[in-house]
């Protein structure tokens, strides 16, 4: 028969509560550390970058500039400190390491160092070939070991015991090791860290795998998603990991629901659902827009004809559909393309 709880008087409780309410008081709440992304607008509309200890999403179309926020804010997180590492689990097989390699030498070259050190640096960068959803899973479990055996994670210490005995001794027998004195367990050669080194988890793209499985069979795609996402989130918290996930889209009939977007010409929704999106910390949308109003008539004026955006001046807009724990929802930024087809600051 399991025992009752031991009663807690109120007074206890009170006391306790009004600790913990000094304790707050005193001690005012510590921003979030934040990742930069490198792009200033971007980095101004987030107030700093994205949140170590989240997830974080992109969702957007497979040719947008979501590629290369996500290429740098792997640069940025990876030039931040010497012992910085990434974990890149790579759904859609087409991760470009020779343009990672040309960017990181860049980044490089701009803040005065030596663009040999880029191979040492991408020696911290681990890059995991996906192929269905369990395979995501046992990445995902490989590198909360991996996370686990680095020393951000520190189990409690376990005293040692005593092996046991096979036979029982007489009583003389006790006495004598009583008098044998009991050596001290040795002290544990990895100290546990205060500071852990940041760390950065890529999943690119989820949509891809959980997309089918929703399609094949609703319930079942969806239970194993926010099993899946529940995990994750535990694991972004424990570690302090900065989780970035690239999401695909869908297009819709803004005659039938509501656009989540602030820009009424954007008829693009996040792929995988609403219940997707509820799991997330911070969620943010990228689409495009014309640049000039000449450029809006050429869009929408040509669309019957099908040329229209291959004429017109195009920007990539980043907006922030949702943030859990601040305030910039709705806040963005416009990025455009240069020669190199790179994302770059509007002139």
């Not at 709440?29 to 990742?35: C, D, K, Q, V, Y």
């Not at 680095?150 to 029982?168: D, N």
């Not at 793209?205 to 995990?231: C, D, E, Y």
């Not at 918290?237 to 970035?244: E, G, I, W, Y």
Request: proline share 5%.
């Amino acid at each position: 028969m399991v025992a009752p709880a031991e009663p807690i008087l109120a007074s206890t409780l009170w006391t306790l509560h009004r600790m913990v309410q000094d304790q707050t008081i005193s001690k005012p709440a510590s921003r979030p550390r934040r990742l930069p992304t490198g792009l200033s607008s971007l980095d101004l509309a987030l107030e700093g970058g994205l949140d170590y200890g989240s997830i974080s999403c992109i969702s957007a179309e497979t040719n947008s500039g979501a590629g290369d926020i996500m290429l740098a804010a792997l640069i940025s997180h990876m030039l931040s400190e010497p012992e910085a590492t990434a974990t890149v689990i790579d759904i859609t097989l087409a991760f470009d390491l020779r343009r990672l390699h040309g960017k990181l030498a860049h980044a490089l070259q701009f803040h005065g160092r030596d663009i040999k050190e880029a191979m040492t640096i991408l020696g911290r960068l681990k890059i995991m070939k996906v192929f269905d959803f369990v395979g995501l899973t046992e990445s995902v479990v490989e590198v909360r070991e991996s996370l686990e055996s680095s020393g951000t994670y520190s189990p409690p210490h376990v005293l040692k015991q005593a092996a046991p005995r096979s036979t029982v001794g007489d009583s003389e027998d006790e006495d004598e090791m009583l008098d044998v004195p009991t050596l001290p367990s040795p002290a544990p050669q990895n100290k546990p860290k205060d500071i852990s080194s940041p760390s950065l988890l890529i999943i690119d793209s989820i949509s891809q795998i959980a997309a089918p499985l929703i399609k094949s069979n609703h319930v079942q795609g969806q239970a194993l998603l926010t099993s899946f996402m529940r995990s994750l989130a535990h694991l972004s918290r424990t570690h302090r990991l900065c989780t970035l996930l690239l999401n695909g889209t869908t297009t819709y009939s803004q005659s039938k629901e509501d656009t989540p977007s602030i820009f009424s010409s954007c008829a693009l929704r996040p792929a995988l659902g609403k219940t997707f999106a509820y799991m997330l910390d911070l969620h943010l949308l990228v689409h495009a827009i014309p640049n000039t109003a000449a450029d809006a008539r050429r869009v929408y004026g040509n669309k019957h004809e099908g040329k229209g955006e291959q004429e017109a001046g195009l920007v990539e807009v980043i907006e922030v559909l949702q943030d859990r724990h601040g305030s910039r929802v709705d806040k963005w930024t416009a990025l455009t393309l240069d020669t190199s087809s790179n994302l770059a600051e509007l002139l």
